[in-house]
């Protein structure tokens, strides 16, 4: 029987870990099938519960659909979820959301989220950017009510519009929070 020595257990080693990064690169995977299947789901129930929103849509030029953000917190928070960006109804790309928080909070929640590109220059920075974070261009509309909703969004004169919806659950507190958004291949 032979002792492998150091050299031969990290090249073997090396070269497993190759072989298994190689099997996660998404060829051949349901995840973006499964994606868009949620991405359709979102906006059919965006469409049929904030009518104006459709109007919205009509005017970006393109939208980023995350159907399902999950995110939780006890101090330090955390969130992710994966989405779709669509351009003329068609899915160009394939985004995560990550969100990280601190302060005061307690709770978890689930919710989606559509960002609607009102502009080809903040669509185009969004997507030239390796990865985009949240900030002071979006305008945020947080109604559940559909009143309020129509009110807010038709009148928006933002680059991004961003609508949240659909909320589950509680988390409650004061918290300083950002989200980022990057390419991904599901």
């Known amino acids: 029987m032979s002792i492998l020595s150091r ?7 090396l070269g497993a870990a190759g072989f298994t990064a190689a099997c996660g690169n ?3 995977s349901t995840g973006p099938q499964t994606i868009d ?16 929103t459709r109007t919205l849509s009509e005017k970006s030029t393109g939208i980023l659909v995350m159907p399902l953000v999950t995110e939780a917190g006890l101090g330090i928070g ?7 960006l ?11 959301a990550t969100k990280g928080s601190v302060g005061l909070q307690i ?8 960002l609607f590109f009102m502009t080809e220059d903040a669509l185009s920075r969004f997507r030239r950017s390796s990865g985009w974070a949240a900030g002071a261009d979006i305008e945020y509309v947080f109604k559940d009510v559909a009143e309020n909703l129509r009110a807010e969004t038709t009148t ?10 659909g909320q589950a659950g509680l988390l409650a507190g004061v918290s300083l929070e950002g989200m980022k958004y990057s390419r991904i291949i599901p």
Do not use: C, K
């Open 37 to 52: 299947a949620r991405v359709d789901t979102t906006l059919s129930y965006l469409y049929n519960n904030y009518p104006s």
């Open 26 to 28: 998404g060829i051949g």
């Open 107 to 114: 709770g978890a929640q689930q919710f989606a989220h559509v």
């Open 86 to 96: 669509r351009i003329n109804n068609s899915t160009v790309d394939y985004y995560s």
């Open 7 to 13: 050299r031969e257990f990290t090249l073997g080693a």
């Open 78 to 84: 955390g969130g992710y979820g994966r989405g779709a």
């Open 156 to 165: 928006s004169v933002a680059p991004v519009v961003a609508v949240i919806f």
